[in-house]
């Protein structure tokens, strides 16, 4: 696939998905809910499509002839990009450890 058809892809996808799936953000924000239980520590919507986001990226690696982390991998990080819209920034919790 050349750059044009996996961003179409993952354009057309997207809104496949999301017919199937539902909303995204709220979709996120419940996966970020019972995540924050789980791990007693609280992580937003944007905390979990970066996790999709870099679990894609990581999956490349052992296969990466499959175009399919790729287009997943751009969907979570416009994923990203809209959640951070509405996501106030929060100075500590949002740097780098040992920034």
């Known amino acids: 696939m050349n750059t044009g058809e996996i961003l179409k892809t993952a354009y057309d996808l997207v809104h496949e998905r999301g017919a ?5 953000a709220e979709s996120h924000h419940r996966v970020a809910t019972i995540c924050s239980e789980i791990l007693r520590k609280t992580l937003t919507a944007r905390d979990i ?6 679990t894609k990226l990581c999956r490349s690696s052992t296969s ?4 399919d982390h790729y287009v997943d991998a751009i969907n979570y990080l416009a994923f990203v990009g809209e959640l951070s819209a509405e996501e106030p920034f929060l100075p500590g919790l949002d740097e780098p450890p040992g920034a």
């Open 20 to 24: 199937q799936y539902g909303d995204m």
């Open 49 to 54: 499509a970066m996790i999709f986001a870099v």
């Open 64 to 67: 990466p002839h499959d175009p």
